[in-house]
Structures are given as structure tokens and as C-alpha cells.
């Protein structure tokens, strides 16, 4: 079973032509390397595979559930605040719904509050929190950059920019961190 299939791709910029007569599929489990001289279109290919870029002409289908990670060649933020902010601003949703968790406990000694409502909400959004990683996303920041070789003492103490490149492109993985589990992998 494919979990991609191109077919017939082309990309052009203005005049120029890129690349066409792309085709071919990648089967699950399957590891692929797309390598070539700059300018033969691989970063085009690679947008338009994950769907940041629209081909000229020609499909892209994509299993159902299938999701691609890029990682850019170049970082796409700002060099300010520490690693830590940067990592910890993909799961912005989290502190949010954790602000209304503490609203709510707040609520819950409040003898104007309609009690029933407040831990109905609550119990809701705990569940929901809990079940998509509200309480483990510090720990899986923490995991993703140990693995990349980033020690935990500087993550809030040093500024992104006093890193050099390499490290600047590992800070860039936290996309691939932020994938959340469906129910069903768990």
C-alpha cells in the first residue's frame, strides 16, 4: 500500500522549468533520499510534498492519516529568548487550556458558581488534556532535545542566538515533536 503517490509532477517559475515527468510512490516502511546539484528542484519537490507549495501540474495523493515532516534549511524564528521558548511555544494550545484548568479550580471554591457546571467543564477538559499529552509536553520537550544532544541546564539559561548553526537546525526538529498522538496510538 502507497502512503504517497506522485504522479506526472511538474514545477515551473515563471518560465523555467524545474522539474516534470515526476512519478513514483513510497510504500510504508520504505526510506527514500532525494539528492541532486543545487537548483534540480529539491527543496520544490519537498514543499510540495508536504503540501506548503502547489506543483505547475501533475498529484500528490496522500494516504488518509499520513502526515510529512520537513525540516527547513533554514530556522523560521526569530533569535530571541532561550530554547526553552522556542520549543515550549509550539504547545502554546496547551498553557492556554492549562490557564482555564486553574480558572476552573478557582471556580470551584466560588459559593456563586453553579458547581455541577464548573466540574462537568472541568472533567471535560481534563480528559481531553490529559488524553492528548497536556501534562507530558515539558517531558517530551525535554526528550526530543536531549536527543539532540542538548544539555537540560541550557535549555532557559542560554539565548538561541548564541548557539551556532547546527544547533539552530536542531532547535528547528521541535516541529517533529509536536505531532500528537491519535487515540488509536495508544
Given at each position: 500500500m502507497s502512503l504517497i503517490t506522485v504522479s506526472s509532477l511538474a514545477k515551473s517559475y515563471g518560465p523555467t522549468d524545474i522539474f516534470s515527468g515526476v512519478s513514483f510512490s513510497v510504500v510504508k516502511g520504505a526510506r527514500m533520499a532525494i539528492v541532486g546539484p543545487n537548483?534540480?528542484?529539491?527543496?520544490?519537490?519537498?514543499?510540495?510534498?508536504?503540501?506548503?507549495?502547489?506543483?505547475?501540474?501533475?498529484?500528490?495523493?496522500?494516504?488518509r492519516?499520513?502526515?510529512?515532516?520537513?525540516?527547513?534549511?533554514?530556522?523560521?524564528?526569530?533569535?530571541?529568548?532561550?530554547?526553552?521558548?522556542?520549543c515550549e511555544s509550539v504547545f502554546e494550545h496547551f498553557k492556554a487550556e492549562q490557564e482555564e484548568l486553574h480558572r476552573l479550580e478557582d471556580s470551584m471554591s466560588d459559593p456563586n458558581a453553579d458547581l455541577d457546571e464548573v466540574m462537568e467543564r472541568y472533567g471535560k477538559l481534563q480528559e481531553e488534556f490529559e488524553r492528548r499529552g497536556g501534562y507530558t509536553y515539558t517531558t517530551k520537550i525535554c526528550t526530543v532535545l536531549t536527543r539532540f544532544g542538548i544539555q537540560r541546564r541550557?535549555?532557559?539559561t542560554r539565548s538561541r542566538s548564541s548557539f551556532g548553526r547546527p544547533t539552530h537546525t536542531r532547535i528547528s526538529c521541535k516541529t517533529f515533536a509536536r505531532r500528537p498522538r491519535s487515540a488509536s496510538a495508544r
Open positions: 537548483g534540480i528542484g529539491k527543496t520544490s519537490l519537498m514543499r510540495i510534498l508536504v503540501g506548503a507549495d502547489e506543483p505547475t501540474s501533475g498529484t500528490v495523493s496522500r494516504t492519516g499520513v502526515r510529512i515532516g520537513y525540516l527547513s534549511q533554514e530556522a523560521d524564528f526569530k533569535m530571541q529568548g532561550t530554547i526553552w521558548t522556542a541550557r535549555l532557559s
